[in-house]
């Protein structure tokens, strides 16, 4: 086999490159002395090079690995030495994975110690937040699938049988749950804080990568009031006036407040978020949704809506600041699959065929076992909504294009579940847990797996089929 390149792309700022080979260094081959040898560190065309050998002894086989720190991480593995007729293509595979999950971990590191200034052009100045118990509940519930209002709403059923006759309460519950669905799209745009439109279609992120210490004093100094002000005052310097909010105008700001930041800590980046969802809206043939932006770190994107053309995508600032524009793109391209399959009126649908079953024809099952009726019921409507997800996946590798940017952006999103699940002595917990979407591994691999241009002739009845196969591959069937 022949050596193989490739890149790592990183938010980064030029001040962190150096640091993340340290960290590779210190915290990934260090602690792995059987596994990785013959490390150095050198400079190379003015850049820091990571320098190392990985290797099996079991298996017999060794290949060279060099990380140059730009921005994105240039990355070259040259095989050494390999036993005969032995494919190393999956060792190298894993490698290039182990890689990649390190350096997360490294820029997620970063991340807790970055100061995030957002503005969308016309917008109210807000300040950037960190996950919340109240937008994660919400990105649950009313995005992309609807099943959480299961959950949500059963509570207020036992209430509503309480108050009516069982006829009675299957109906109004029924028809409560509907008018969510119907109205999804205008609570989830009640939870956003920003709107999208062609007028103001930008989205322009400030990032002051600071040490750490640096960072504990900011927060100790300035309150959410004062960086109000220092965002106001950013955007009336540059945005007001037709101009851009750079790096060097921000710190003019911070200089006023007596607070410095290094040059080689900032990034700026401005993202044409509607254009973005424009294209993947027309890769689909749908009517352009409502755009949303909740101004928050927590990198996701949501679809809800009960028709497509009645659709709403919500976005993250963390999405926006973690993604390149074409894994963005490939995201949303997700999102409009469960617009375009009217994935949320399907999904209840099916929650509301079992809650009449539940009270017709499965009633004795329930009277016997009220708890383990209510656990079976709800993992098979989870595992079902499996099912959905995965079509989601297909249809962005079918109408976006890039399957395996797609599988990129799920690796930087979710490479934390990525690395428990690959570390699993079992995966079957992540197959059977209380989620609508399938493991990541699974659905990394598949994307990865993908010819292109994928053509399949029905997508729900091919991703059903591969959850299924997935699932039985787990337990060893």
């Not at 079991?58 to 494919?87: C, H, M, S, Y």
């Amino acid at each position: 086999m022949l050596e193989k390149n490739f890149i790592i792309d990183t938010e980064l700022s030029s001040g962190h490159l150096e640091e993340a080979l340290d960290f590779l260094r210190d915290f990934y081959l260090l602690p792995q002395p059987d596994s990785f040898k013959n490390i150095s560190r050198t400079i190379m065309d003015g850049a820091g090079v990571l320098s190392y050998t990985a290797t099996n002894n079991q298996e017999g086989w060794e290949v060279r690995i060099e990380i140059q720190a730009e921005n994105p991480f240039l990355v070259k593995i040259i095989p050494l030495t390999t036993p005969p007729d032995f494919d190393i293509s999956p060792q190298i595979d894993l490698l290039e994975e182990e890689l990649f999950i390190a350096i997360q971990a490294f820029e997620d590191a970063i991340r807790q110690a970055t100061l995030y200034f957002a503005w969308v052009e016309g917008e109210e100045i807000l300040p950037e937040a960190p996950p919340t118990r109240r937008k994660k509940v919400s990105f649950r519930i009313f995005g992309s699938n609807m099943i959480m209002i299961y959950l949500l709403f059963f509570g207020i059923n036992i209430i509503i049988f309480i108050l009516l006759e069982l006829v009675l309460a299957i109906m109004a519950i029924l028809l409560f749950q509907l008018v969510i669905v119907l109205f999804s799209d205008r609570i989830l745009l009640r939870t956003s804080d920003w709107i999208i439109t062609p007028e103001n279609p930008r989205v322009h992120i400030l990032e002051y990568q600071l040490p750490l210490e640096e960072f504990q004093k900011f927060q100790e100094k300035f309150d959410k009031d004062i960086i109000i002000k220092m965002k106001d005052e950013i955007y009336q310097k540059s945005l007001a006036l037709g101009l851009e909010p750079t790096c060097e105008l921000g710190e003019d700001v911070f200089r006023e407040y007596g607070f410095h930041c290094q040059s080689d800590l900032k990034v700026s980046r401005v993202i044409d978020v509607y254009s973005i969802v424009k294209e993947a809206a027309s890769k689909f043939n749908i009517i352009m949704p409502k755009v949303a932006l909740s101004n928050t770190m927590i990198p996701n994107a949501a679809a809800t809506g009960p028709s497509p053309n009645r659709g709403l995508v919500l976005i993250t600032t963390g999405l926006l600041v973690q993604l390149e524009e074409d894994e963005i793109l490939s995201v949303l391209g997700h999102e409009m699959g469960h617009l375009s399959g009217r994935d949320p009126i399907i999904l209840f649908s099916i929650i509301s065929a079992e809650f009449i079953l539940r009270f017709t024809i499965l009633f004795p099952l329930v009277v016997i076992s009220p708890l383990v009726y209510l656990i079976v019921a709800l993992g098979f409507i989870f595992f079902v909504a499996k099912f959905f997800e995965t079509r989601a996946d297909l249809l962005s590798a079918m109408k976006i294009g890039h399957p395996q940017v797609l599988a990129s952006a799920l690796r930087k999103i979710g490479y934390q579940r990525l690395h428990a699940e690959r570390i699993s002595p079992t995966r079957l917990p992540s197959w059977i847990n209380f989620d609508p979407h399938p493991p990541i591994y699974f659905r990394i691999d598949r994307l990865e797996g993908m010819k292109t241009p994928v053509k399949v002739k029905n997508p729900l009845l091919k991703s059903a089929k591969d959850v299924v196969d997935g699932f039985k591959r787990t337990l060893g069937l």
